[in-house]
Nanobody, 123 residues
Framework: QVQLVESGGGLVQAGGSLRLSCAAS????????MGWYRQAPGKQRELVAT???????TYADSVKGRFTISRDNAKNTVYLQMNSLKPEDTAVYYC?????????????????WGQGTQVTVSS
């Protein structure tokens, strides 16, 4: 069974920085896109950033220029460097990964989520 384990959340003052990490473990054939989502209280989960295996990135407009997503394919790990944090960045941040899996000669993509890590930005 594949698990995504996040780390790096916490409490920080506005203007500060945090770095989130998410490591995938288990029997892994290949990982396609990895990403970060967040969910604030009373709001829907929203996309923060994604990165393909080849390194192509996308960002939500609200975090462009402040957050940077990266990954280490050898370690099956994705990172999110968050700078110039704002109180509105406060949320639970979830790691997401699309894994290629195999059943016999049939290949398919399966989505996994991490358990979430709390990020709180004080004003």
């Amino acid at each position: 069974q594949v698990q995504l384990v996040e780390s790096g959340g916490g409490l920080v003052q506005a203007g500060g920085s945090l770095r989130l990490s998410c490591a995938a473990s288990g029997i892994i054939l290949s990982i396609n896109t990895m990403g970060w989502y967040r969910q604030a209280p009373g709001k829907q989960r929203e996309l923060v950033a994604t990165i393909t295996r080849g390194g192509t990135t996308t960002y939500a407009d609200s975090v462009k220029g402040r957050f940077t997503i990266s990954r280490d394919n050898a370690k099956n790990t994705v990172y999110l460097q968050m700078n110039s944090l704002k109180p509105e960045d406060t949320a639970v941040y979830y790691c997401n990964a699309l894994l290629v899996e195999r059943s016999g000669s049939y290949y398919y993509v399966r989505q996994y989520w991490g358990q979430g890590t709390q990020v709180t930005v004080s004003s």
